[in-house]
T-cell receptor, first 112, second 115 residues
Framework: EDKVVQSPLSLVVHEGDTVTLNCSYEVTNFRSLLWYKQEKKAPTFLFMLTSSGIEKKSGRLSSILDKKELFSILNITATQTGDSAVYLCAVISSGSARQLTFGSGTQLTVLP | EPEVTQTPSHQVTQMGQEVILRCVPISNHLYFYWYRQILGQKVEFLVSFYNNEISEKSEIFDDQFSVERPDGSNFTLKIRSTKLEDSAMYFC?????????????FGQGTRLTVV
């Protein structure tokens, strides 16, 4: 059974801090790893990672994948209160329908 | 920007009743999914749908559940004889292709409350 584990489960920081969120996985036939941000309802897509060592970057957010050690990290620099959300990690394996297997998420709270 | 839309946003139903949750995937997408998230728990895969048939389903998706694409745009999840434990947020998602390098776009979800 595919497994995705995120840590920490929750994190409280102050504006301006830098945070690192972790995602480790055990899946058969790994294909890609995705990060989503979930504020109130729908998960919104952040990054898709398929190759080791290539950093994806979008503004203050960046992410990297290590396929040898089976983990990914999501970094957020200079955090803002608007970054407060649940950050979800999900993997796609080569099943027939390419569904996502999600981790439990990290609840990030950024205090002013 | 194209988006996945779901209706209703919130549905309250009595135990034992049937509910239909509706989704309009992004128009040129070919793969459709239902996920659910019980409050405080992780997002769980229910079913995937491609070419007018179920391509994969989880053990959660038993005979109580069914999916349909009744026309060219809607994608529905029917839950028969609802139970209290069916209370959850139900997300519809769609993907352009079934390839491993295309992301899934999620709708805003339907919060189902079974009383």
């Amino acid at each position: 059974e595919d497994k995705v584990v995120q840590s920490p489960l929750s994190l409280v920081v102050h504006e301006g801090d830098t945070v690192t969120l972790n995602c480790s996985y055990e899946v058969t036939n790994f294909r890609s790893l995705l990060w989503y941000k979930q504020e109130k309802k729908a998960p919104t897509f952040l990054f898709m990672l398929t190759s080791s060592g290539i950093e994806k970057k979008s503004g203050r957010l960046s992410s990297i994948l290590d396929k040898k050690e089976l983990f990914s990290i999501l970094n957020i620099t200079a955090t803002q209160t608007g970054d407060s959300a649940v950050y979800l990690c999900a993997v796609i394996s080569s099943g027939s329908a390419r569904q996502l297997t999600f981790g439990s998420g990290t609840q990030l709270t950024v205090l002013p | 920007e194209p988006e996945v839309t779901q209706t209703p946003s919130h549905q309250v139903t009595q135990m034992g009743q049937e509910v239909i949750l509706r989704c309009v995937p992004i128009s040129n997408h070919l793969y459709f999914y239902w996920y659910r998230q019980i409050l405080g728990q992780k997002v769980e895969f229910l079913v995937s749908f491609y070419n007018n048939e179920i391509s994969e389903k989880s053990e959660i998706f038993d005979d109580q559940f069914s999916v349909e694409r009744p026309d060219g745009s809607n994608f529905t999840l029917k839950i028969r004889s609802t139970k209290l434990e069916d209370s959850a947020m139900y997300f519809c998602a769609s993907r352009l292709t079934g390839g491993w390098n295309t992301e899934a776009f999620f709708g805003q979800g339907t919060r189902l409350t079974v009383v």
